[in-house]
């Protein structure tokens, strides 16, 4: 009997071992298969990250270019108004001194105005005047 509980206390003692092996050898294959998959993500993540990153300098360049055309805009547009605002004088000067009246008490148009031709082009017309050459 007690040989008998020999080997059977032997086979246990076996099979206890083979089991802790092949627990070990699971948790071994669970914890590489772990780490590939944190390793994939990681991959993955940068990946996207560097994706993003383009699309960001992208965006940033885009934004850049559309400042520079709203600035460029801006300046024609105060550009336009100064213009504006001398034509709009020198019209107002050009009608004070047709209205003002001569020393012989007629009204009229100035000396130093030439008459236009009729069939000019916007070249060949001569510029205007500024209107403190008229007073010479």
């Not at 298969?33 to 996207?48: A, F, G, H, T």
């Amino acid at each position: 009997r007690s040989k008998v509980d020999k080997q059977t206390n032997k086979t246990k003692t076996n099979k206890q071992t083979n089991d802790k092996q092949t627990d070990k050898e699971k948790k071994w294959d669970i914890h590489n298969y772990l780490i590939s998959e944190l390793d994939e993500v990681k991959k993955n993540r940068d990946k996207q990250l560097a994706v993003k990153d383009k699309q960001l300098e992208n965006k940033d360049s885009q934004i850049a270019q559309m400042q520079n055309l709203l600035d460029q805009q801006q300046r024609l547009a105060l550009q336009d108004k100064k213009l504006l605002e001398e034509y709009k004088a020198e019209i107002k000067d050009l009608k004070a001194l047709t209205m003002a009246p001569h020393d012989d008490g007629e009204k009229g148009v100035t000396s130093d105005k030439q008459p236009e031709p009729e069939n000019s082009t916007p070249d060949s017309q001569p510029k205007p005047k500024k209107w403190w050459r008229f007073g010479k």
